[in-house]
């Protein structure tokens, strides 16, 4: 799995890179640090200058507080042990082979100046990102100091799934709501992740459009309970009708982590648009995940 945690100076991103350090510490996932601030640097002073930033600062705290959850650094995952040649393009039609130093997995630390959103989605577009944390501001509204609707915008746009973490609100429960027969096993593989990670209880909610399916969707629902059940992990199983949707969310959404399947031939996704995802990220109490 290949992680991109987005990230500012403030106290939510500090948050972030706790809880991408714990999940990375079970799933050993490919991460990148990407620093991102709206104003161009002065660069008048070079590199020298550069390093004053202030998000190229915080980068280096960020760096050493993830890899510090790594203990030894010789057991670490990221430690750069692997020694080999790599031809890197040092100009237009020149190539020089250098010698570079690699972990069993990879550790970037990167840094975008411009749109957040914008950047952070260029980023996970080239960088063919699985998943996207993004954390946001405490209270009534998700937001980032720099541009406030940055969650809901990278939520709206991301080829992937997105991960929106509420700062310090642990989830003590985590509600799914899951296409009985489309969600990928990436998807419940993560949501295996962050239930073992927060220790929560686990609600899997089948969707159905009319009462004569119910039957059906319950009986394949259960069948992603035995998949849980062999994981060892505690769920259980609702159905919800399509009409019922917005209260059951916005309920959900008071009581944990809510987990939205929005992937390919989502029912879902059908019922539930990506300006209604992003209202949801914008106002929810809780942290928001959109599987794809």
């Given at each position: ?127 063919q990102s699985d998943l996207i944390v993004v954390g946001c501001s405490k209270g009534d509204r998700c937001t980032w ?148």
């Amino acid at each position: 799995m290949r992680i991109l945690v987005a990230l500012d100076t403030n106290p939510y991103s500090a948050y972030v890179v706790h809880e991408v350090a714990r999940l990375a510490m079970n799933t050993w996932a490919d991460v990148t640090l990407l620093g991102l601030d709206t104003r161009r640097p002065d660069l008048t002073q070079g590199i020298c200058g550069l390093r004053k930033e202030p998000i190229v600062k915080k980068l280096e705290e960020f760096r050493e507080e993830f890899l510090s959850y790594f203990g030894d650094m010789s057991l670490s995952p990221y430690a750069k042990t692997q020694w080999t040649y790599e031809l890197v393009e040092r100009a237009k039609g020149l190539w020089e082979e250098m010698c570079v130093c690699k972990g069993r997995k990879e550790f970037r630390v990167r840094i975008r100046f411009g749109p957040p959103a914008k950047q952070v989605l260029f980023e996970a577009e080239e960088e063919q990102s699985d998943l996207i944390v993004v954390g946001c501001s405490k209270g009534d509204r998700c937001t980032w100091a720099q541009d406030r609707n940055a969650p809901e915008k990278i939520v709206k746009g991301a080829p992937c799934s997105v991960l929106v973490v509420k700062e310090e609100k642990r989830p003590n429960k985590i509600v799914c709501c899951l296409d009985h027969d489309s969600v990928s096993q990436e998807s419940l593989e993560l949501i295996n992740q962050m239930v073992t990670l927060h220790q929560a209880d686990l609600a899997l909610v089948g969707l159905t459009e009319s009462d004569h399916l119910k039957e059906e969707v319950d009986h394949k629902m259960k069948q992603i309970l035995q998949y849980y059940t062999a994981q060892k992990i505690r769920a259980w199983v609702s159905v919800v009708d399509v009409s019922m949707l917005d209260q059951f969310i916005e309920d959900a959404t008071e009581k944990g982590l809510i987990a939205l399947w929005m992937g390919h031939r989502s029912l879902l996704g059908k019922f539930f648009s990506q300006d209604r995802v992003g209202k949801l990220v914008r106002k929810a109490q809780s942290s928001v995940l959109v599987l794809r």
